[in-house]
């Protein structure tokens, strides 16, 4: 072996470079040890220690090399490789700025951009951490997620109660906002209306039939199915009240919901009675309203002309034998289609049933007039909303149309933003050539990006019946059915 | 927190944050609308009851904004040199030590070997067989520094007779202390024990103590803080790198040292021991940084950490909002540089309560302040800027004292908040020397290290049991 000690005088390198280098050195082949260190009390200490003769009189900006290696070559390359190494530039000279990475958390992003809202659709269980984050930050928050415990969503809707902020949902999927589409949105045009829906596709189907007779939407604010339940109280639909209550662009407020616990109905229509502006409550249920009506009602208090939804398609076939079979992607509408059917048919057998009205088994087999909604949670676990993924519901129309008990198909079509970019396509090429009518509700407005004319032309030249109006198309499929006569 | 705004303000979505689909943020990109979206993970498994819990309990927000509030109105100036015995009540046989309490059984390399060495610096033992044994059979006692509002580096290791810096915060009213720093090699608090180690300790108590006694009275009072804050404007992130800091203070020291009456030889002695030592500054920041920190402590509702430390075995962390209970989980071996031809395998697990710089908001969390150091991980200047960048997101706050030049003088991070730790996955990053595993070899290296997940997941279990 052998050992070579070098002295470079007031050659200074910081430590770390020289450690690197030491490292990287001690690496090359015959080599056993490099140091290459300036000349500290300590380094010379270690050196020594490490069997180096040093030299007197160094001082501590004196560069000292060290190398212990099999031959003289091999000490002599060394020197060499670590001559490159210290005139070596770093590679990544000029990339100073590595760019601020994105926010870690709500708070985080609330910390660095003026924003005032906030969207969350992390999954259910942890969904309240985040809501959580936004409410102390100060935002108002949509929550798209579903699952949210119900505890967590009473204490977020109290929180924001107190700090004078809105919660919307959980499993809020539809609003608008300042004419900004969230979730699941229909393209609104500006215009009067304020609304507090308590359900998605309900909203949807109203902002859609106001579009149709030409009247825009200010805000569409979602408060989730469980706000107007006893257990929650209403807090969201009364804080959203207040706030389009507080907006200037709003003239008219419409509240819809399916039927709320009675105290907190009585808590909504009091507190629309101190509102300075009118409120049109629309609730949902046997005996009520149904979706189009209030849509009226509402047209009515802005003083807007009404005139009845579009019909697209051909006339009615003659009436039929077999059974309803209802298909759909909207909880709400399947909901008000049952509402109809019920009142017509009488027995109505859903995987969604009305109450008092029979169940579906795990097949969801079809049993008389059957209704499925694609959209219940124990459908849409582990796979997209039929909104966004019509496959299942495809299927199970193949099979509607292919069964003789199956007298009449009516289904919905939603469109607005998240929503499939053509779900007319694939519908009309498996409604093709049957000889079972089908008649469909078309959710839509005329900005939406798949084309509200487009959509129902599709449909329609596949041989179904088309209506803007979920109400009117349930009626109309009834109308086709010999038994409902 | 907000307060209840009346009239409600107007809602608006121009600017969304968003956590979750980049579906639905795709879909308001698309609108015009500015999103922004959060870099969302699972929270850390197991957590996600108590983080709820956690996040739920409005006093939170403004428990953080008052942490931070109160580490940043902190002050902290040196006022006395005096031996631990004046200044702690400290007797023979009683000891202190960095990080959360251990039993000699439990305790590491590093940490034995100091309590070796403290016991012969005291006379109690005239070999270090004979202190060990003594150490083992219970016959003296030990805790933590932060027990007594201490803090000390590495081992952290304080007797009687030994020598400490004392700060107080006038704000507050609290005092801390921390040992003279002995240098770099082979020195106590990386547990050597060798006659030259216990040779120097004696010098410190016998010359450089009572003549910095005897400085600091005549110079009154010195703003640490504002030393710390130059300091990190001169290169110092205050962990690995003090040199400013240090030459800062001993300009102060250095007239009523020349005008002591002091020998000479011992004066220039002195002040040649601590030019010499880059890091003597660090036993002031690391004071200064507790009583930031001490000022923050028991806050309810607080999820902020108030004090990190190691023992060489656990590493231990404190939150505001349940008090001085530790939080401990297994330290980490760092990942860095070796000295000589030291490796991974001589390398001690983290110790020392130094990492109170970085709960304070610099040493790591300041590292953009600090590129001569980066290259301890093989790391680049963009990296250190990225490091800090990352630490903002961790912490309730900023330090508008302390600026960081190259980031346009934003303030330091400041406040880790538990709950952000375990929402983003991400650690704090801590600077930090490596002690050699074996008694009485000294320091190995230094680098970076994280403390364990475990410090965080006890911690939000405890604040989720005194959440309101």
């Keep these: 072996m052998t050992r070579t000690v070098q002295v470079r005088r007031g050659a200074y390198q910081d430590s770390v470079s020289l450690m690197l280098i030491s490292r990287e050195l001690s690496d090359r082949p015959g080599v056993a040890t490099v140091q290459v260190a300036m000349a500290t009390a300590l380094n010379l200490d270690l050196l020594s220690g490490l069997g180096f003769d040093l030299p007197e009189g160094t001082s501590p900006n004196d560069m000292v090399i060290a190398i212990d290696a099999a031959d003289p070559t091999a000490a002599e390359a060394t020197v060499a490789a670590l001559d490159e190494a210290l005139s070596r530039r770093p590679a990544t000279a000029g990339a100073l700025d590595p760019g601020a990475p994105p926010p870690a958390t709500i708070g985080a992003a609330a910390r660095r951009v003026d924003a005032s809202f906030a969207l969350i659709?992390?999954?259910?269980?942890?969904?309240?951490?985040?809501?959580?984050?936004?409410?102390?930050?100060?935002?108002?928050?949509?929550?798209?997620?579903?699952?949210?415990?119900?505890?967590?969503?009473?204490?977020?809707?109290?929180?924001?109660?107190?700090?004078?902020?809105?919660?919307?949902?959980?499993?809020?999927?539809?609003?608008?906002?300042?004419?900004?589409?969230?979730?699941?949105?229909?393209?609104?045009?500006?215009?009067?209306?304020?609304?507090?829906?308590?359900?998605?596709?309900?909203?949807?189907?109203?902002?859609?039939?106001?579009?149709?007779?030409?009247?825009?939407?200010?805000?569409?604010?979602?408060?989730?199915?469980?706000?107007l339940s006893a257990d929650v109280g209403g807090r969201s639909t009364l804080a959203a009240m207040d706030r389009l209550d507080a907006d200037a662009d709003v003239d008219t407020i419409v509240v819809i919901s399916k039927p709320?616990?009675?105290?907190?109905?009585?808590?909504?229509?009091?507190?629309?009675?101190?509102?300075?502006?009118?409120?049109?409550?629309?609730?949902?249920?046997?005996?009520?309203?149904?979706?189009?009506?209030?849509?009226?009602?509402?047209?009515?208090?802005?003083?807007?002309?009404?005139?009845?939804?579009?019909?697209?398609?051909?006339?009615?076939?003659?009436?039929?034998?077999?059974?309803?079979?209802g298909l759909f992607v909207g909880g709400t509408l399947c909901d008000e289609a049952m509402i109809l059917a019920a009142a017509t048919v009488g027995r109505v057998a859903s995987n969604i049933p009305l109450a008092g009205q029979p169940g579906l088994d795990a097949a969801l087999t079809s049993v008389g007039h059957t209704f499925i909604d694609f959209g219940d949670d124990q459908l849409t676990s582990g796979r997209p909303h039929p909104m966004i993924d019509p496959s299942l519901r495809l299927e199970r129309l193949r099979r509607e149309l292919a069964d003789p008990a199956c007298g009449v198909v009516l289904l919905d079509v939603v469109l607005g933003h998240g929503a499939h970019q053509d779900p007319a396509t694939d519908l009309a090429a498996t409604i093709h050539g049957s000889s079972t009518p089908v008649v469909a509700s078309l959710v839509g407005t005329r900005d939406d990006p798949q084309g509200l004319s487009d959509q129902a032309a599709r449909l329609v030249e596949a041989g179904a019946i088309v209506h803007a109006s979920n109400a009117a198309a349930t009626r109309e499929a009834l109308s086709l059915l010999e038994v409902a006569r | 927190m907000s307060t209840r705004q009346d009239p409600p303000r107007p809602l608006s979505a121009r600017t969304v944050v968003t956590a979750g689909a980049q579906l639905l943020a795709d879909a308001l990109t698309t609108q015009g609308v500015s999103t922004v979206p959060v870099t969302w993970a699972p929270p850390v498994a197991g957590t996600e009851e108590a983080l709820t819990t956690v996040m739920l309990d409005r006093r939170r927000a403004a428990a953080n904004a008052e942490a931070v509030r109160r580490m940043t109105s902190a002050r902290a100036a040196l006022v006395d040199v005096r031996p631990a015995a004046d200044a702690l009540g400290l007797q023979p046989g009683q000891f202190l030590h960095a990080g959360p309490p251990v039993t000699w059984e439990r305790a590491s390399g590093p940490l034995r070997g100091a309590l070796i060495g403290a016991v012969l610096f005291e006379g109690l033992a005239a070999t270090s067989e004979e202190a060990e044994s003594q150490l083992a059979s219970g016959r003296y006692s030990w805790e933590p520094c932060h027990a007594r509002g201490a803090v000390g580096p590495m081992a952290g290791v304080v007797s009687s007779s030994m020598w400490m810096l004392e700060l107080v915060d006038e704000v507050h009213g609290n005092t801390s202390w921390c040992s003279l720093n002995e240098g770099l090699g082979k020195v106590l608090?990386?547990?050597?024990?060798?006659?030259?180690?216990?040779?120097?300790?004696?010098?410190?108590?016998?010359?450089?103590?009572?003549?910095?006694?005897?400085?600091?009275?005549?110079?009154?009072?010195?703003?640490?803080?504002?030393?710390?804050?130059?300091?990190?404007?001169?290169?110092?992130?205050?962990?690995?790198?003090?040199?400013?800091?240090?030459?800062?203070?001993?300009?102060?020291w250095l007239p009523d040292l020349i005008t002591s009456g002091r020998d000479p030889d011992d004066v220039a002695e002195v002040v040649r021991f601590i030019s010499g030592n880059d890091h003597f500054f660090l036993n002031l920041v690391m004071p200064a940084c507790k009583l930031m920190t001490v000022a923050a402590a028991d806050i309810p509702g607080s999820s902020v950490v108030t004090a990190m430390a190691r023992n060489g075995t656990d590493f231990g962390i404190q939150v505001s909002g349940t008090g001085d209970r530790w939080y401990v989980g297994p330290a980490q071996i760092a990942d860095g540089l070796y000295l000589g031809t030291f490796g991974p395998d001589d390398a001690n697990p983290d110790i020392g309560d130094s990492a109170i710089a970085e709960t304070a908001g610099i040493g790591g969390f300041a590292m953009a302040t600090a590129p001569a150091i980066v290259r301890f991980v093989g790391g680049t200047v963009p990296d250190a800027l990225a490091t800090t960048l990352r630490m903002y997101d961790l912490c309730a706050g900023e330090n508008p004292g302390w600026a960081i030049p190259i980031m346009e003088f934003r303030g330091t991070p400041t406040g880790i908040d538990v709950t952000s730790v375990l929402r983003s996955g991400q650690l704090p990053q801590i600077n930090t020397g490596m002690a050699g595993k074996v008694a009485g070899t000294g320091q190995v290296g230094a680098g970076l290290v994280s403390p364990p997940m475990e410090c965080f997941i006890g911690a939000v279990e405890g604040l989720a049991s005194a959440a309101r």
């Design chain 2, 189 to 252: 608090r990386y547990g050597a024990y060798s006659p030259d180690v216990i040779e120097r300790l004696r010098w410190m108590t016998g010359v450089l103590g009572p003549a910095l006694q005897q400085a600091t009275r005549a110079h009154g009072p010195i703003d640490i803080i504002a030393i710390i804050a130059q300091m990190v404007q001169m290169g110092d992130e205050g962990h690995n790198r003090n040199r400013a800091g240090t030459l800062m203070l001993l300009k102060e």
């Design chain 1, 260 to 325: 709320p616990a009675p105290e907190v109905a009585e808590r909504v229509t009091s507190h629309a009675r101190t509102l300075g502006k009118p409120v049109v409550i629309g609730y949902l249920g046997v005996g009520r309203p149904d979706l189009t009506e209030t849509a009226r009602r509402v047209a009515e208090a802005t003083g807007t002309t009404w005139q009845p939804p579009r019909r697209w398609g051909a006339d009615a076939p003659a009436p039929r034998g077999g059974y309803l079979r």
């Design chain 1, 121 to 227: 659709s992390t999954p259910g269980r942890t969904a309240t951490i985040d809501a959580a984050d936004a409410l102390a930050a100060g935002l108002d928050v949509m929550i798209f997620s579903d699952n949210v415990a119900l505890a967590h969503e009473v204490a977020l809707k109290r929180w924001a109660d107190d700090a004078g902020l809105l919660v919307m949902g959980p499993d809020c999927g539809t609003a608008v906002v300042g004419g900004v589409g969230l979730g699941f949105a229909n393209v609104v045009r500006p215009g009067p209306v304020g609304i507090v829906a308590a359900s998605g596709t309900g909203a949807q189907q109203l902002m859609s039939l106001l579009d149709g007779v030409g009247l825009g939407v200010t805000h569409c604010l979602g408060v989730g199915g469980r706000d």
